[in-house]
């Protein structure tokens, strides 16, 4: 397991390499929620609206 | 290319294409992870603290690469009208601006360590900050009327304006030399960058930008649901407001 903390200590910079790799898999994953949210939302009013008028 | 461009047919080419088009994404940034933190080596100067970089310049690219998009579809949506360029302009601001805030962020996560300070008033970080407003001021000025075509047109009049900052923060770093390192890829002579950092770099790189073109796609095809949607609850509603109440249809007459 020692080269797991190792890694993790990013030779001591870990405190600045990790932050800005977090802040980037959280905004790409803030990306992918709130696009394929608004489009499964557009998506299923349509279907609503569609069958009501059928 | 009116042809490529008519709505009906984007859903059904975007329908083929982005499965492909985001696992492909999925697949290169899972690459590019690995080989930026485990296969690239660390810097002589920089230490580990160098990873930083395999998200901080991509990042960094997507954000003017976002911006040129956002304004190229802005003019064709100014001069030709065109119906999928203005939802195109309208779909990749947050996403660019979302790209600028993990280039700022990142940048000053990079500039602690490296510099002793988190920010400074440098022409690269300025003209970026500049970029990262543009994109919010582009997102709050489309969303402030009623009309969302008349939105779109104001958005892309800012947008045009806009693109006068992209060379400022391309040649930022040659005209003001400041803290900010001058381009080690995209230059004149080729990059000055090790190979064994420039792969990890282009990999990455192009994952941040097929993950940004399937974004661009699902937000596109959210859009024109959304505007199916409002055409028809505001015929919906009209057919309600026109109809005089307990008078008998005539015969023929549209639902």
Request: aromatic share 12%; net charge positive; with cysteine.
């Amino acid at each position: 397991m020692d080269w797991v903390a190792h890694f993790l200590a990013m030779g001591g910079y870990a405190r600045f390499v990790w932050p800005a790799y977090g802040a980037a898999f959280a905004v790409l994953l803030w990306m992918l929620v709130d696009s394929v949210g608004s489009y499964r939302k557009a998506r299923r009013e349509l279907d609503a609206l569609e069958r009501r008028s059928r | 290319m009116h042809r490529f461009a008519n709505p009906a047919r984007f859903m059904r080419i975007s329908t083929a294409v982005l499965p492909w088009c985001g696992a492909l994404a999925g697949l290169l940034l899972a690459t590019g992870l690995v080989l930026a933190l485990f296969v690239a080596p660390a810097d002589y100067q920089q230490g580990e603290a160098v990873r930083i970089m395999y998200v901080h310049v991509p990042a960094a690219w997507m954000a003017s690469f976002v911006y040129a998009v956002m304004a190229g579809a802005s003019a064709v949506g100014l001069i030709w009208r065109h119906p999928l360029a203005d939802i195109a302009a309208r779909a990749a601001a947050p996403l660019g601006a979302g790209f600028t805030l993990v280039c700022l962020v990142s940048g000053s996560l990079w500039g602690e360590p490296m510099w002793g300070t988190w920010w400074v008033w440098d022409a690269r970080l300025t003209s970026v900050l500049v970029l990262f407003f543009l994109y919010l001021g582009y997102i709050a000025l489309v969303n402030a009327f009623d009309d969302p075509s008349r939105g779109t047109r104001a958005g892309a009049v800012l947008a045009l304006v806009g693109v006068v900052n992209l060379p400022i923060i391309k040649f930022s770093v040659d005209w003001w030399n400041t803290l900010h390192q001058p381009a080690s890829v995209f230059r004149l002579g080729g990059p000055t960058i090790a190979a064994s950092m420039l792969w990890p770099l282009l990999i990455m790189a192009l994952g941040f930008t097929l993950f940004f073109v399937t974004m661009l796609m699902v937000r596109m095809r959210a859009a024109l649901l959304a505007a199916r949607l409002r055409a028809l609850r505001m015929a919906a509603s009209e057919d309600e407001a026109r109809a005089p109440r307990r008078r008998p249809r005539a015969v023929g007459e549209a639902d």
